[in-house]
C-alpha cells in the first residue's frame, strides 16, 4: 500500500508562498500523485495531479523529484480563503478502486 | 462545470431506523464512492462501486449498509438500522475510469445526525 506522510499543520500569512510535502515512499510505478482540498463542511475538491517532475494549473503547483517518493504541493500567495486542509493521496495497491485518504495538513492563513 | 450532488444535505434520524442517502454522481462517470468523515476526523473509504457491483469495501461497510443504482442516474447509500456512531458527513464521488490519472469528484455530502 502506498501510505502517505504529511505534516499535521502550517500556518502563513496572507501574500505568501505554502509549500506542503508529501512522503510516499513506497509509492508504485503506475501511481499518480493528487492532491485535494477541503473546507468544512465540504466534500474534497481536486486540486492538481502529477506523475513526475513539475506541473502547474491556475491553483497550485506540483514539484515531483525523479524518485517520486515524496511531492511538495506550492501555493503561490495564498489568501484566507486558502485556510484549509489539503491531502495528498496516492493510488492504492494498483486498482485504484479504494483510494485512501490520510490526516492531511491542517492549513491557516493569517492576515 | 457538472458536479456531484447529493441529498438531502442534512438528515436526522432515531437511532433503529433506516436511511437512504442520495448521490447524483456526473453523468459519464463510471466509478462511484461513498467515503465518511467523523467529525473532526479524516475521509474514510466505504465503498467503490462499478457495473452494478461493489469493487472494494472497507470494514466499515458492514451488513447494515449497502448500495444501489437503481437508475442511471442515481447512486445511493442505505444503512439499515441507525446507530449512533453512524453519524458523520457521507461524500459521494465518482469518476470517469478508475486509472490512476483519474481523479475522484465528490459531492459537499449529507450530515447524517443519530440520536
Known amino acids: 500500500l502506498a501510505k502517505t506522510t504529511q505534516p499535521i499543520s502550517m500556518d502563513s500569512y496572507e501574500g505568501q508562498e505554502v509549500n506542503i510535502t508529501c512522503s510516499h515512499n513506497?509509492?508504485?510505478?503506475?501511481?499518480?500523485i493528487t492532491w485535494y482540498q477541503q473546507f468544512p463542511s465540504q466534500g474534497p475538491r481536486f486540486i492538481i495531479q502529477?506523475?513526475?517532475t513539475k506541473v502547474t494549473n491556475e491553483v497550485a503547483s506540483l514539484f515531483i523529484p525523479a524518485d517520486r517518493k515524496s511531492s511538495t504541493l506550492s501555493l503561490p500567495r495564498v489568501s484566507l480563503s486558502d485556510t484549509a486542509v489539503y491531502y495528498c493521496l496516492v493510488g492504492d495497491n494498483g486498482g485504484y478502486n479504494k483510494l485512501i485518504f490520510g490526516a492531511g495538513t491542517r492549513l491557516a492563513v493569517h492576515p | 462545470e457538472p458536479e456531484v450532488t447529493q441529498t438531502p444535505s442534512h438528515q436526522v434520524t432515531q437511532m433503529g431506523q433506516e436511511v437512504i442517502l442520495r448521490c447524483v454522481p456526473i453523468?459519464?462517470?463510471?466509478?462511484f464512492y461513498w467515503y465518511r468523515q467523523i467529525l473532526g476526523q479524516k475521509v474514510e473509504f466505504l465503498v467503490s462501486?462499478?457495473?452494478?457491483?461493489?469493487?472494494?469495501k472497507s470494514e466499515i461497510f458492514d451488513d447494515q449498509f449497502s448500495v444501489e443504482r437503481p437508475d442511471g442516474s442515481n447512486f445511493t447509500l442505505k444503512i439499515r438500522s441507525t446507530k449512533l456512531e453512524d453519524s458523520a458527513m457521507y461524500f459521494c464521488a465518482s469518476r470517469p475510469d478508475n486509472g490512476a490519472n483519474s481523479p475522484l469528484h465528490f459531492g459537499n455530502g449529507t450530515r447524517l445526525t443519530v440520536t
Open positions: 453523468s459519464n462517470h463510471l466509478y
Open positions: 513506497n509509492i508504485a510505478t503506475n501511481d499518480y
Open positions: 502529477g506523475y513526475k
Open positions: 462501486f462499478y457495473n452494478n457491483e461493489i469493487s472494494e
